[in-house]
């Protein structure tokens, strides 16, 4: 499939007016072919106008027509081949075995959510039959959930594929009943082009109304803006920074028609080596958590920019595997030149910091953005009284924070802002530690792991992919897995509607075959 550079608005490609740009290859420096013409204000009217159009029409199809549209979707990516992980690789500098793994995971993600579709149970389905001889009556009632409406989606840096166009947003939007425009990022334009057709050639293909889905490219400040302030719009999905997700909230805040933004946004994913483990096998996490800060040069939103532990043997241990493991590592390309300097300064600025001790670096890569891994090291009290060291560094590096004892542990963990993991790592002789820390954990984060490392989610029914602020805007929900789809319904109540005018899911004889609460019971009737 050729990559053309343009925007796709409905079934329509165009060539967008507005000031064109190439994606540059972070390997090499070097400048991409096509050029990508970005979108104006018109194209994001057309875009929205077109969603808002269809929304309707999208939104009553059957529950099989759209979960064979996301299966449709889902073909359509594989059919790409290699082409698609081509254009990517060369966009992000990713590897091959990566993007390879990030495509399935792409698919993986639409599958479940067609499961889901057919399942129905996101339907929240309830009906309370009509009470007429109580006093007072009670009339009929029925609930069911559907779409919000049109959906305006954000593609992430970091996952090219499964944060982006067809990632976890677009696909439980979709799921929803919702259409979506995406607002593809500037780092990977032509993977997007690549991805966007795939969608829209199974928005054709099913015979659904165009507006279900266009692909814009323009700068945040001004298209994004303008499709988060469109009336037409009723939610967005964000990955990225903090500075982005909060002008995004303070928009959609600031409309007529305030709408819900669900970003994910900066979370340093605090591991707690308690002394039990630690004592025991302080060298393996060490080596093991090196892995884990590396993998992907440490651009994931789970990446454990964070180790606190009691000092002690078993820390220091810890700390010269951890040393020896990092000296290591070669530095691999970063994704654009303005993470990879991003990285680099915030690296310059942590070694500087007062109370802050430089363990080890990796090793310089050799490709144009390569980052240097690093490992810092500070006491309690330093970091305590130094919010700085809690902000989050894009990229593989992390501070390792030495406690006196217990109570600094739970001192830091009760000082910590919002985040999207945290971690233990126990043996059976931390129990009452552990017991004592899972309560403020479960405040903080929004997955909690023992003995194992954050990098990875798995897209699963039982996953959470969000946390308290600033992790998320929206700390009532999830980015990944089947629970995502919650985020773009609401509630509706019918009340005494004669059965022709009800709706199937509600209907007296169960047409879709549903689990559903009737007076009270859970009854697939």
Not at 330 to 341: D, E, F, K, Q, R
Not at 479 to 506: E, K, N
């Given at each position: 499939?050729?990559?053309?550079?343009?925007?796709?608005?409905?079934?329509?490609?165009?060539?967008?007016?507005?000031?064109?740009?190439?994606?540059?290859?972070?390997?090499?420096?070097?400048?991409?072919?096509?050029?990508?013409?970005?979108?104006?204000?018109?194209?994001?009217?057309?875009?929205?106008?077109?969603?808002?159009?269809?929304?309707?029409?999208?939104?009553?199809?059957?529950?099989?027509?759209?979960?064979?549209?996301?299966?449709?979707?889902?073909?359509?990516?594989?059919?790409?081949?290699?082409?698609?992980?081509?254009?990517?690789?060369?966009?992000?500098?990713?590897?091959?075995?990566?993007?390879?793994?990030?495509?399935?995971?792409?698919?993986?993600?639409?599958?479940?959510?067609?499961?889901?579709?057919?399942?129905?149970?996101?339907?929240?389905?309830?009906?309370?039959?009509?009470?007429?001889?109580?006093?007072?009556?009670?009339?009929?009632?029925?609930?069911?959930?559907?779409?919000?409406?049109?959906?305006?989606?954000?593609?992430?840096?970091?996952?090219?594929?499964?944060?982006?166009?067809?990632?976890?947003?677009?696909?439980?939007?979709?799921?929803?009943?919702?259409?979506?425009?995406?607002?593809?990022?500037?780092?990977?334009?032509?993977t997007s082009e690549l991805v966007g057709k795939a969608v829209m050639a199974a928005v054709?293909?099913?015979?659904?109304?165009?507006?279900?889905?266009?692909?814009?490219?323009?700068?945040?400040?001004?298209?994004?803006?303008?499709?988060?302030?469109?009336?037409?719009?009723?939610?967005?999905?964000?990955?990225?920074?903090?500075?982005?997700?909060?002008?995004?909230?303070?928009?959609?805040?600031?409309?007529?028609?305030?709408?819900?933004?669900?970003?994910?946004?900066?979370?340093?994913?605090?591991?707690?080596?308690?002394?039990?483990?630690?004592?025991?096998?302080?060298?393996?996490?060490?080596?093991?958590?090196?892995?884990?800060?590396?993998?992907?040069?440490?651009?994931?939103?789970?990446?454990?920019?964070?180790?606190?532990?009691?000092?002690?043997?078993?820390?220091?241990?810890?700390?010269?595997?951890?040393?020896?493991?990092?000296?290591?590592?070669?530095?691999?390309?970063?994704?654009?030149?303005?993470?990879?300097?991003?990285?680099?300064?915030?690296?310059?600025?942590?070694?500087?910091?007062?109370?802050?001790?430089?363990v080890a670096r990796g090793q310089c890569g050799t490709t144009a953005c390569a980052g240097?891994?690093?490992?810092?090291?500070?006491?309690?009290?330093?970091?305590?009284?130094?919010?700085?060291?809690?902000?989050?560094?894009?990229?593989?590096?992390?501070?390792?924070?030495?406690?006196?004892?217990?109570?600094?542990?739970?001192?830091?963990?009760?000082?910590?802002?919002?985040?999207?993991?945290?971690?233990?790592?126990?043996?059976?002789?931390?129990?009452?530690?552990?017991?004592?820390?899972?309560?403020?954990?479960?405040?903080?984060?929004?997955?909690?792991?023992?003995?194992?490392?954050?990098?990875?989610?798995?897209?699963?029914?039982?996953?959470?992919?969000?946390?308290?602020?600033?992790?998320?805007?929206?700390?009532?929900?999830?980015?990944?897995?089947?629970?995502?789809?919650?985020?773009?319904?609401?509630?509706?109540?019918?009340?005494?509607?004669?059965?022709?005018?009800?709706?199937?899911?509600?209907?007296?004889?169960?047409?879709?075959?549903?689990?559903?609460?009737?007076?009270?019971?859970?009854?697939?009737?």
């Open positions: 499939m050729t990559i053309n550079g343009k925007l796709l608005i409905g079934a329509r490609a165009q060539y967008g007016a507005s000031a064109p740009f190439r994606a540059i290859d972070p390997a090499t420096g070097q400048h991409l072919e096509p050029a990508f013409g970005t979108a104006n204000l018109d194209d994001a009217e057309r875009a929205c106008m077109l969603a808002q159009q269809a929304f309707d029409a999208y939104r009553d199809t059957s529950l099989e027509q759209r979960a064979a549209f996301l299966e449709q979707i889902a073909q359509n990516i594989l059919d790409l081949g290699p082409v698609l992980i081509e254009r990517a690789m060369q966009e992000s500098g990713l590897p091959q075995a990566r993007l390879e793994g990030e495509r399935g995971r792409t698919v993986g993600q639409l599958r479940l959510f067609a499961k889901v579709v057919r399942d129905g149970r996101w339907l929240g389905t309830a009906l309370d039959s009509a009470l007429p001889d109580r006093t007072p009556p009670r009339p009929d009632l029925r609930l069911r959930k559907i779409g919000l409406g049109p959906v305006v989606v954000f593609g992430a840096s970091n996952f090219p594929l499964a944060f982006s166009v067809a990632g976890g947003d677009t696909a439980s939007a979709l799921a929803a009943g919702c259409p979506v425009v995406v607002k593809a990022h500037g780092a990977h334009p032509g054709a293909s099913c015979g659904f109304p165009e507006g279900v889905f266009s692909l814009l490219h323009g700068d945040g400040r001004t298209i994004g803006q303008a499709l988060v302030s469109h009336p037409a719009i009723k939610a967005v999905g964000f990955t990225g920074s903090r500075q982005g997700g909060m002008a995004l909230v303070r928009t959609a805040a600031a409309r007529p028609e305030p709408i819900p933004v669900y970003a994910e946004m900066s979370s340093i994913n605090p591991v707690f080596v308690l002394p039990g483990a630690m004592g025991e096998k302080a060298g393996q996490i060490g080596t093991g958590f090196i892995d884990s800060l590396t993998l992907g040069s440490g651009q994931f939103c789970t990446n454990p920019g964070l180790v606190i532990a009691v000092e002690g043997e078993g820390l220091d241990k810890f700390i010269d595997a951890a040393a020896t493991a990092l000296q290591g590592k070669v530095g691999s390309t970063m994704l654009t030149p303005g993470i990879h300097a991003a990285y680099t300064s915030a690296v310059e600025r942590l070694s500087g910091a007062a109370g802050v001790s430089l240097q891994a690093a490992l810092f090291v500070t006491d309690a009290a330093n970091f305590l009284a130094n919010p700085q060291l809690e902000e989050e560094i894009f990229g593989a590096s992390s501070l390792v924070v030495r406690c006196t004892g217990a109570a600094q542990l739970r001192q830091i963990a009760e000082h910590l802002d919002g985040q999207l993991t945290a971690t233990m790592f126990l043996t059976e002789s931390d129990r009452d530690a552990a017991l004592e820390l899972l309560p403020a954990l479960e405040r903080k984060a929004g997955r909690i792991l023992v003995n194992g490392y954050p990098t990875g989610v798995e897209v699963a029914h039982a996953m959470v992919h969000g946390g308290p602020f600033p992790a998320t805007s929206d700390s009532r929900s999830t980015s990944v897995g089947a629970a995502a789809i919650d985020r773009f319904l609401r509630p509706v109540s019918y009340q005494d509607l004669p059965s022709w005018l009800l709706p199937a899911a509600i209907k007296d004889d169960n047409p879709l075959g549903l689990w559903r609460v009737r007076d009270g019971e859970l009854v697939k009737a």
